[in-house]
């Protein structure tokens, strides 16, 4: 499936580092979210954005920084991580105004030294 | 806000039997509710989705079925096979927020014994 992409798929990182994850939609739609989703526990909604505009920010710790440039892509910037903040980061898409329906892409699995 | 809960956590069938999730939800005023199905190392995919206008939908082997009064809802998958297996996910759509987001269970494990 090529409609939501993450890059990159696999990322460890030091608690020192920064880095980005990235998510590219190709359905035409026009909101976009970052959950977290960690063992045994529900996906954690973490950002939404409608129309590039951040609707949401479900609480989430500043180390975590959203950036929506257009549309069809999401990035999630990385500083100054906890080893807890290890887990698989999706990306969803969907096209608001429309079908309630969610897609989500492959996710980056996040492992944080 | 909205809360979802899911049972079972695990469950594991006998190929060709049925398996039943069920999920509660608390804020009454939900009326989108899908599951997902996330196999190992994939992404959540979308099975089957109700809304609150009707009281269930089957879809082949997949069924959903809806309680309003209850506020439970519930997958059924029929004559399980081996590549069913995986975790499952049902979500609420909460409208707590500007344009409502999806709030999901914990998961639920579905290993098909063949």
């Known amino acids: 499936e090529t409609g939501v992409t993450q890059t990159p798929r696999h990322l460890v990182m030091g608690m020192t580092n920064k880095k980005s994850l990235k998510c590219e939609q190709h359905l035409g739609h026009n909101a976009m979210y970052w959950y977290k989703q960690s063992a045994k526990k529900p996906l954690e909604l973490m950002f939404v954005?409608?129309?590039?505009?951040?609707?949401e920010n479900n609480s989430v710790p500043s180390r975590f920084s959203p950036e929506c440039p257009n549309s069809s892509h999401l990035f999630l910037h990385l500083h100054t991580l906890q080893p807890e903040d290890s887990a698989l980061y999706l990306c969803?898409?969907?096209?608001?105004?429309?079908?309630?329906?969610?897609?989500f892409g492959p996710g980056t699995r996040l492992t944080v030294l | 806000g909205e809360n979802v809960e899911q049972h079972p956590s695990t469950l594991s069938v006998q190929e060709g039997d049925s398996a039943v999730i069920k999920c509660t939800y608390s804020?009454?005023?939900?009326?989108?509710f899908p599951w997902y199905k996330q196999e190992l190392g994939k992404r959540p995919q979308l099975i089957i989705d109700?809304?609150?206008?009707?009281g269930e939908k089957k879809d082949q082997r997949i069924a959903v079925t809806l309680n309003k009064t209850a506020k439970h809802f519930s997958l059924h998958i029929t004559e399980t096979q081996p590549e069913d297996s995986a975790v499952y996910f049902c979500a609420a759509k909460n409208y707590g927020g500007s344009q409502g987001n999806l709030i999901f269970g914990k998961g639920t494990k579905l290993s098909v014994k063949p």
């Open positions: 954005y409608n129309f590039k505009e951040q609707t």
């Open positions: 109700i809304r609150s206008n009707v």
């Open positions: 969803a898409s969907r096209l608001a105004g429309g079908a309630d329906t969610q897609y």
């Open positions: 804020d009454s005023a939900s009326n989108y």
